[in-house]
């Protein structure tokens, strides 16, 4: 048998392994990875989608957190994980773009991934303590202006979303405060409700609750329209801050190198956790925005992965974020 011969055989062989794999796929539970701390957007969209996700394939999804470093820890983990489909990262536009600008990464966001859909998008609310003399959008800005460096702003750690959105907003109004990185906007919020920091640049899904409660302020949303569910929340135009948009898209990727057979299964399962009834109302309780149809796909997320990363590197890089 030849050089050539031989790697062809061997080729065949273990194509027939993963297929035989891919037919018995899944036979035991499924390992989500949050790479936040339990109580934050990620995690409750991980919750939401695991339950319908484990129905259809007929396995457990099991919500694991690995957190750390503005979720590039846990990220890690499931690059690192063998492309048997059991080990999945759930993430969103921070963790899967910006910490590529940010962090040295042991692992390529693009390359090291297979992914299988994308989820749901919100946008980020500007939010305070009950406490914050601020009133509105305009009042918050003013009493920024006048009292640089003074107020405190929570963040899941250096390029997260909190983070960028707290940048942009500092660029757009010339405002200056200081951060305070968190091991996720979970904990950052149990925080910003006792009063020991003043603001979030949070995700609509993590704050709603609280907006609801009355128990913190929202100012704006980052917007052009209001959110279907919190309509009295006006947008950045109509607050005074025009064009001041930011939105939050989440997915689910698998680890490079996954058979093929294995991405459709989970798409699968991923798509008729989108179209549940339950899981849908849930999500738009949180201010999410579904993912139309045709956009959940694991060639329309890849497609939109890269634009992306091609759109917002060049701009975090350009702002010279450094991890803390």
């Not at 609310?125 to 601020?134: R, Y």
């Not at 107020?151 to 909190?162: L, R």
């Not at 409700?193 to 979030?200: K, N, Q, T, V, Y």
Request: net charge positive; with cysteine; charged share 15%.
């Amino acid at each position: 048998m030849t050089a050539r011969t031989f790697i062809c055989a061997l080729a065949i062989a273990f194509g027939g392994v993963s297929n035989l794999a891919a037919q018995g796929y899944p036979s035991h539970p499924i390992t989500l990875v949050v790479p936040f701390a339990a109580g934050g957007p990620v995690d409750a969209v991980a919750r939401i989608m695991s339950v319908p996700m484990g129905k259809a394939l007929g396995q457990p999804v099991v919500v694991d957190y690995t957190v750390g470093a503005a979720g590039t820890i846990g990220v890690g983990r499931v690059a690192r994980a063998a492309p048997d489909g059991y080990t999945l990262s759930i993430g969103h536009w921070s963790t899967h773009v910006i910490n590529a600008a940010v962090y040295p990464l042991q692992y390529d966001l693009l390359r090291d991934f297979e992914p299988l859909g994308m989820i749901a998008a919100n946008p980020l609310l500007v939010v305070s303590s009950s406490a914050f003399p601020a009133r509105d959008l305009r009042e918050l800005i003013a009493w920024l202006k006048a009292n640089p460096d003074k107020a405190t702003a929570g963040t899941a750690g250096a390029g997260s979303a909190s983070h960028v959105g707290g940048i942009y907003f500092q660029s757009a109004t010339g405002t200056q405060f200081r951060y305070i990185p968190y091991r996720g906007t979970g904990p950052a919020m149990q925080d910003l409700l006792a009063g020991r920091i003043d603001l979030m640049f949070d995700q609509a899904s993590n704050s709603l609750p609280q907006v609801r409660a009355g128990k913190i302020r929202a100012f704006a949303v980052t917007a052009k329209t209001r959110l279907p569910a919190a309509p009295e929340i006006p947008t950045v135009d109509e607050a005074g801050l025009p064009g001041f948009y930011v939105s939050v898209w989440f997915g689910i990727w698998a680890p490079k190198g996954t058979p093929r057979e294995i991405v459709t299964k989970l798409n699968a399962a991923m798509v008729a956790a989108l179209a549940d009834p339950a899981a849908r109302q849930r999500l738009g309780d949180l201010g999410q925005e579904i993912t139309p149809r045709e956009q959940q796909s694991p060639e329309a997320h890849a497609a939109f992965h890269k634009a992306e990363a091609e759109k917002w590197w060049p701009l975090v890089k350009a702002a010279g974020i450094k991890p803390e």
